[in-house]
């Protein structure tokens, strides 16, 4: 933020006073003191030009576009829950609904780069965002004042001043989004990491305005021939120069091949080098105008989502860390189990943070939850049992009588973070390490597949300890006699559609082994369970685990299953476990699961839910394909089709 238009009022050397200007003000003086001509004064005076109006007329209109974005999503969140259940049903709102699933589903890519897109729907977002700052930043001229030797109207020329303003009108939303717990997540009903996506374009844009913003003064500071000058005394230029630098390297160091490569390295920095941006950010805006407001304001939001989150944590699981048992399983699995009082939801992502020298106490990182909290049905049985023979021995309970249930995770570990827990659970058998938890996010929590007629349940690699909780709870609800079953869930021929893809035969036997002690004695009739095996299998080949979400490690079944050759499916094995159960079978060969979309949704007369967890060519093709399926709701019988995803990475 630099001097003004037309004169010097507000260019203070800084100098020998400290990093800021003299007296400490929180807003500098906007008013226009033009020693032009009347005609020169009118010209830098008018809308988009006035050096002292910048920040309302440029910072203040992005702060506004943003927050109809945001109402326009929240106004549909409401609407979808306001919606009446008759209303529901009617052939009107099941092809809106369809409509807008399309533009949420539909994805692209592009195969020479190996680069997936985000949805259609974020894609239009983003370009109506684009659009509005294009325009807002170009629309305007002159970019560069038409200074002379006789004539000079300031030394912030129009581009420069607009794209700073804008820049900085991003900033709370970008500290916002970038938050676990926050308020556009409360009012849109969209899970925190779904948001993330926005959270990087976002800070993008603010990016590429702030160097909009720089370059301007560059060249006209060369052109003048006073760069060496301004960068020995003027305070604006250096700690500019210094925000900027830190603002480079989060962008360039949050590139997902950069990110992926040194995650951790990543992580540890992010905060600090974000807190060195804010602070030469503060100095180099200097109390210009409102600048500060959109600094303390984007503070105190940040602040107050970081609150919510702390206090959401100590309120649910206390201020006493937890005790996480870790054991190594065959298959190159880890298992970390805490026992915990509080509920979970299927699907649902917890982020721990181990407090051991031995592992990584200084970040807390993600894990998908692959366990469901104990079942209330089974649970009161099992204690109506054990009242008669006067036993406690049937459940975990804290000395107040609450029930304790078993968080469970199984992890896959690689280098880094997941390499040095596998080695604390391989040197140190059963050892019990006290972790921090945060969460749960995201998840199933809304809407359970046992809601649906048919389901069907796709997992890559990695992907099989999200399957198992999924799972879990379709065929509890089923067993129940729930009402939140779905009509095809119980008697039909495939009602619940599992497939699994991985890399190593013995991977796929243990998850074919933990499906069957998962189903124990509940009635699955229409439970048919696919693991394909798109690796060598005669042997265990490199293994991986199941259930790690977001570590910043990736699995060697991840690209396999990606890059694996098409293979002529045919069966090895198909075990049937008892009356109650349908088909388990072990396949060689990559699974068309476009096709297996397919297969669920046409020529069926009622609704289909679909959930994907698995690498991004995997969950690419089953995207897409409930996108096309969209096109035939409301006809031949197809009432919805539902999807929820995850990926692995961010």
């Known amino acids: 933020m630099e001097r003004g238009s037309g ?12 990093w800021l200007d003299q007296p400490v003000m929180l807003h500098s003086d906007r008013m226009s003191m033009c020693d032009m001509t009347p005609e020169q004064c009118a010209y830098i005076s ?15 209109t992005v702060i506004a576009f943003m927050l109809v974005v945001i109402v326009h999503f929240a106004m549909g969140a409401l609407g979808d829950l306001a919606m009446p259940t008759a209303a529901r049903s009617t052939v009107l709102y099941r092809r809106f609904q369809a409509a807008v699933r399309f533009l949420s589903y539909r994805h692209f890519r592009i195969s020479a780069f190996g680069w997936y897109s985000p949805s259609l729907g974020v894609i239009l977002t983003g370009a109506v965002g684009f659009t509005f700052f294009m325009g807002l930043m170009l629309g305007k001229k002159p970019y560069y004042w038409p200074n002379t030797a006789e004539v000079s109207y300031g030394d912030s020329m129009p581009i420069a001043t607009r794209a700073g303003w804008m820049s900085i009108a991003l900033l709370p939303f970008v500290l916002v989004l970038g938050a676990k717990e926050n308020p556009v997540t409360v009012l849109t009903r969209v899970a925190y990491e779904k948001l993330n996506v926005f959270h990087r374009w976002i800070s993008w844009a603010m990016y590429v305005l702030a160097l909009v913003h720089t370059f301007p003064f560059i060249i006209d500071h060369r052109h003048r021939g006073v760069m060496g000058e301004e ?29 992926n490569r040194f995650y951790e390295f990543f992580k540890a920095f992010h905060l600090i080098m974000a807190a060195l941006f804010f602070v030469f950010l503060f100095i180099h805006c200097d109390f210009r105008l409102s600048s500060w407001d959109y600094l303390i304001a984007a503070a105190v939001l940040y602040a107050v989502c970081i609150t919510a989150s702390f206090l959401r944590t100590y309120f649910e699981y206390g201020p006493v860390p937890r005790k996480a048992r870790i054991e190594a399983l065959p298959h190159n699995t880890v298992k970390v189990s805490i026992l915990t009082t509080s509920p979970w939801a299927a699907g649902q992502h917890i982020f721990l943070r181990f407090l051991s020298s031995d592992v990584h106490s200084f970040t807390a990182h993600p894990f998908t939850i692959a366990s469901l909290p104990r079942d209330p049905v089974a649970l009161a049985h099992q204690r109506e049992h054990s009242a008669h023979k006067h036993s406690h021995e049937h459940a975990h309970t804290t000395p107040t009588g609450r029930v304790q249930h078993e968080m469970s995770f199984y992890v896959h570990p690689r280098a880094g973070f997941t390499g040095r827990l596998a080695t604390l659970a391989r040197n140190h058998p ?8 945060d969460g749960p996010y995201g998840g199933m929590k809304d809407r359970s597949l046992a809601s649906f007629d048919r389901a069907v349940i796709i997992a890559g690699g990695a992907g099989a300890g999200f399957v198992l909780p999924v799972l879990e709870e379709v065929l509890r609800k089923i067993n129940s006699g729930s009402k939140g079953a779905g009509r095809g869930m119980v008697g039909a021929e495939v009602g619940v559609r599992v497939v699994l893809a991985t890399k190593s035969r013995a991977q796929g036997e243990w998850f074919r ?42 699995s060697d079944a991840h690209e396999d299953v990606e890059k694996a050759p098409e293979k002529r499916e045919r069966d090895i094995e198909s075990r049937e476990a008892s009356k109650n159960l349908g088909a388990v079978g072990m396949r060689i060969g990559r699974p068309d699961t476009a096709a297996i979309v397919r297969e669920a949704t046409e020529g069926w007369n009622g609704s289909v839910g679909v959930t994907v967890c698995g690498p991004e060519e995997m969950l690419f093709d089953v995207r897409n394909a409930t996108a096309e399926a969209q096109r035939r709701v409301g006809k031949e019988g197809l009432g919805e089709v539902y999807l929820y995803s995850e990926c692995f990475g961010w």
Not at 7 to 18: F, I, L, R
Not at 46 to 60: S, T
Not at 242 to 255: P, Y
Not at 529 to 552: P, Y
Request: hydrophobic share 40%; glycine share 16%.
């Open 231 to 259: 960068w020995a005394h003027e305070i604006f230029f250096w700690s500019g120069v210094v925000a900027l630098g830190a603002q480079s390297w989060l962008m360039f160091m949050s590139i997902g091949p950069l990110r």
């Open 7 to 18: 004169d010097d009022t507000y260019w203070v050397d800084a100098t020998g006073a400290g």
């Open 46 to 60: 008018q809308w988009g030009l006035n050096w002292y109006e910048a920040d309302h007329q440029y910072g203040l």
């Open 430 to 437: 059963e050892r019990s390490v006290r972790v921090l938890l």
């Open 513 to 554: 082994d933990t499906i069957l002690e998962l189903i124990g004695g509940m009635v699955a009739k229409g439970l048919r369970v696919e693991v394909h095996i798109t690796g060598d299998d005669s042997g265990e080949g490199k293994g991986e685990g199941a259930g790690k979400r977001h570590s910043g490690e990736s």
